[in-house]
């Protein structure tokens, strides 16, 4: 773990730096099915996703803080004692929601977008956090045209309400884990860096 918080208007680098080998050997262990362009592997979901026993969360017009739903940690994260550890840090401060590892196949892209919710000025949301695990040359982050040079076992905060796209031009699939939590004082003075 780093000292201190980089911070670059739209993207912040936290001071936190991750085993990236224990995540790789724990991601390797999980079911990486074949796919083309894009995985998603859950790790925290919402409970009825993950217990398919619980009762499915009633209607609601706001979704974005994750308060509609309670959520749990998936078989995959709990098979995870590193992974588990990563995100327990984060419960220890505040809610975590949605968890997932990320694949994206090498040679494709994910278009230009914003996420309307994730972003740390937006009320009554969460924000994410990227950890790249597999981050190989040529693979590119752009957020307001301009790259972000994250590298694997880093954790960044990105103002993601702002465009982003992901250019994959290495012969790797790039692999990400992203944590969903409430901006709570804690999380925003650690992004803020106060």
């Known amino acids: 773990m780093s000292n201190h918080t980089q911070s670059i208007g739209d993207r912040v680098k936290l001071p936190f730096q991750f085993d990236v080998q224990r995540i790789i050997d724990e991601v390797?262990?999980?079911?990486?099915?074949?796919f083309i362009y894009y995985n998603v592997i859950p790790l925290r979901s919402p409970a009825h996703f993950v217990d398919p026993s619980l009762p499915t969360p009633p209607s609601t017009e706001d979704y974005a803080d994750g308060s509609w739903t309670d959520w749990l940690d998936t078989q995959e994260l709990k098979s995870s004692?590193?992974?588990?550890?990563?995100?327990?840090?984060?419960?220890?401060?505040?809610?975590v929601t949605l968890v997932r590892v990320l694949r994206l196949a090498a040679g494709n892209i994910v278009k230009e977008h914003t996420d309307p919710t994730l972003g740390l000025e937006i009320?009554?949301?969460?924000?994410r956090?990227?950890?790249?695990?597999?981050?190989a040359p040529g693979v590119e982050f752009y957020?307001?045209?301009?790259i972000v040079p994250m590298k694997p076992g880093e954790c960044?905060?990105?103002r993601l309400t702002?465009?982003?796209?992901?250019i994959n031009n290495s012969t790797e699939d790039r692999i990400n884990l992203t944590i969903d939590m409430i901006p709570n004082d804690w999380v925003q003075s650690l992004i803020k860096g106060s």
Do not use: A, C, G
């Open 162 to 166: 702002d465009p982003h796209r992901v």
């Open 156 to 158: 960044w905060y990105m």
């Open 129 to 135: 956090l990227t950890i790249p695990i597999i981050n």
């Open 81 to 95: 004692p590193y992974l588990t550890k990563v995100v327990d840090m984060f419960k220890q401060h505040t809610k």
């Open 28 to 34: 390797y262990q999980m079911p990486m099915n074949n």
């Open 143 to 146: 957020l307001n045209n301009e």
């Open 123 to 127: 009320p009554k949301s969460v924000i």
